[in-house]
């Protein structure tokens, strides 16, 4: 079956403006988490949902990013203000329930100049 | 605040030979997990561990669990070429669900 998706693949913006990004999740699964890769910083949490519901933000960096999942599928993160620490590869995974492994998705490579 | 340690980061060995990579963590979880990432590419499970002295084989990779000392290791035998990647160990934090990634071992195979 089809797995995790996102889009765009890639994206370039320019400092100060917002960018969404999106995450189709494996169809059924209902949790649906937000990482971002960057060479400094490795792999990082940013957000989980269960359902259409955040029970736990605490990787977002600042009040710039948020994130909202609809219909306990797709998920858009946003990033407004853009700055070029932002620039990273954003992940997005789910999984079925809330023990067992994680499923990622091929991920959203940002740059911002 | 959970910690993940993963040894060593960088790893060249030769085709043929055997190897042992290293996972140590900060505090309990009975939940660990291996990924492997090619270049470029998206996180590929590999293994999920959810007890202790769970042990898993796939191919030439196997993975162990000691909750008791907080340490995982993924065993490479007879490295292939294909076995090139960075593996990453994470660890899910109790009573929440999400990750925390080691910095990941980049494996080189030389023929």
């Known amino acids: 079956g089809a797995g995790v998706s996102q889009s765009p693949s890639n994206k370039v913006t320019e400092k100060g403006k917002d960018v969404e990004l999106r995450c189709d999740p494996i169809?059924?699964?209902?949790?649906l988490y937000w990482y971002r890769q960057s060479l400094g910083q490795g792999l990082e949490f940013l957000i989980y949902?269960?359902?259409?519901?955040?029970?736990?933000k605490s990787g977002l960096p600042s009040d710039r990013f948020s994130a909202e999942r609809t219909g306990g599928s797709v998920s858009t993160l946003t990033i407004q203000r853009t700055q070029q620490e932002d620039s990273a590869v954003y992940l997005c995974?789910?999984?079925?329930?809330?023990?067992?492994?994680?499923?990622f998705g091929p991920g959203t490579r940002l740059t911002v100049t | 605040e959970l910690k993940v340690e993963q040894n060593p980061l960088f790893l060249s060995m030769q085709e043929g030979k055997n190897y042992t990579i290293y996972c140590n963590y900060s505090?309990?979880?009975?939940?660990l997990y291996w990924y492997r990432q090619d270049p470029g590419k998206s996180l590929e499970s590999l293994f999920v561990?959810?007890?202790?002295?769970a042990v898993k084989q796939e191919g030439r990779l196997m993975a162990s669990l000691d909750t008791k000392a907080r340490l995982s290791t993924l065993h490479i035998t007879a490295a292939v070429h294909d076995l090139s990647a960075t593996y990453f160990c994470?660890?899910?934090?109790?009573?929440?669900?999400?990750?925390?990634f080691g910095k990941g071992t980049k494996l080189t195979v030389n023929p």
């Open positions: 505090t309990t979880s009975d939940r």
């Open positions: 949902f269960q359902g259409n519901s955040a029970p736990d």
């Open positions: 994470a660890v899910d934090q109790g009573g929440s669900e999400k990750l925390v």
């Open positions: 561990l959810l007890s202790n002295g």
């Open positions: 169809s059924g699964h209902t949790a």
């Open positions: 995974a789910s999984s079925p329930g809330t023990v067992g492994e994680q499923y």
